[in-house]
Structures are given as C-alpha cells and as structure tokens.
C-alpha cells in the first residue's frame, strides 16, 4: 500500500474499503516560491549591506591617510607626529631620539627650478631617509623641507645610527 492510503478490514479479514489521504501540495509550492524570494532578496539585500560596508571602510581608511599622511613624500605629518610623541612621552618606559631635518637650499631649487624639480627632490629625500632607518623608527614631514626621525625602541643610549 502507498504511504498515503489506508485499507479497512473489519473483524474477520474481509476488506470494507480504502481511505486515501491526498494533500494539496500547490500551498507548499507557493510557500517555498514565497520563500525562495524573499530569501532571493535577503542575500542581495546583504551583499548590497556588505558592499557598503567595504565602500565606508576604504574611505574611512582613505581619510585616516589624508588626516596622517603628507601625500607628495608618503610619509606620516605633523598631525600624527604629535599624536606620536604625546604617546611616547605618556609611556615613561620607551627610549626614543627625535632628529629634525632641514634641506639646505631648498628655497633656491623652488625658486630656479619650478616646484616639479623641488617636489622631485623632496620625494627623494624622503625615499632615501626610509631606506636608512629601522622597521621601528618613523619619518614626518612636518612642513616645506623640514622632515622629522623618530628613532624608538631605543635600548641605550649607544644606538649607531647612519642619519
């Protein structure tokens, strides 16, 4: 007998009759169509969400390197110097050494040259000042040729420096 089919006996085995049971089964298919579309939409609704998610983050971080960062020599700026030394002078347990460094003449090279010929040298500079210092230590320009070294995780005062 089919799952859905009932067959009647009474006392004796003498068969009185069979109960078939059938279920509307178009209900279901509705309800799952019903389901399948929202559901549809839920997850474009969450890769819509996740998208701008990810959008506002990169811009969260595209500001934060604005805020931080001096865009012609990608180095860190003034603002987060300060914000660096505060935390360092706060932490009485770190050594570090600030080095201020200004290129001579630079006035002149603006002047005779153009500011292509003097940004031009302001990114080498600072490509170079990044090759000779430790994964430790940061670089800040902090104004027109003036760039700053912060040399931390200092373990005495004998550290050799090629600055």
């Known amino acids: ?6 067959s009647l006996h009474d006392a004796l085995p ?3 009759g069979i109960i078939v049971i059938l279920h509307d089964v178009s209900v279901r298919k509705s309800i799952a169509e019903i389901q399948n579309k ?19 983050l990169l811009a969260e971080d ?4 604005l805020v931080y960062y001096d865009a012609l020599t990608e180095t860190f700026n003034r603002k987060k110097m300060r914000e660096d030394i505060d935390i360092l ?24 040259y153009g500011h292509e010929a003097g940004d031009y040298i302001l990114k ?23 760039f700053i ?3 931390r995780e200092l373990k005495d005062s004998d550290r050799k ?3």
């Open 89 to 112: 002078l706060d932490n009485n347990n770190e050594k570090f050494a600030v080095f201020f460094i200004d290129l001579d003449k630079f006035k002149s090279v603006n002047d005779d």
């Open 1 to 6: 007998h089919p799952a859905n089919t009932l």
């Open 149 to 151: 070294i912060m040399l």
């Open 62 to 65: 595209q500001i934060r390197y």
């Open 38 to 56: 929202y559901t549809l939409k839920l997850q474009e609704s969450n890769l819509k969400l996740k998208n701008e998610i990810k959008d506002k």
């Open 124 to 146: 080498i500079a600072a490509a170079r000042l990044k090759n000779i210092i430790l994964p430790t230590d940061t670089i800040y320009r902090i104004g027109g040729d003036e």
């Open 161 to 163: 420096s090629v600055v």
């Open 14 to 16: 003498i068969f009185l």
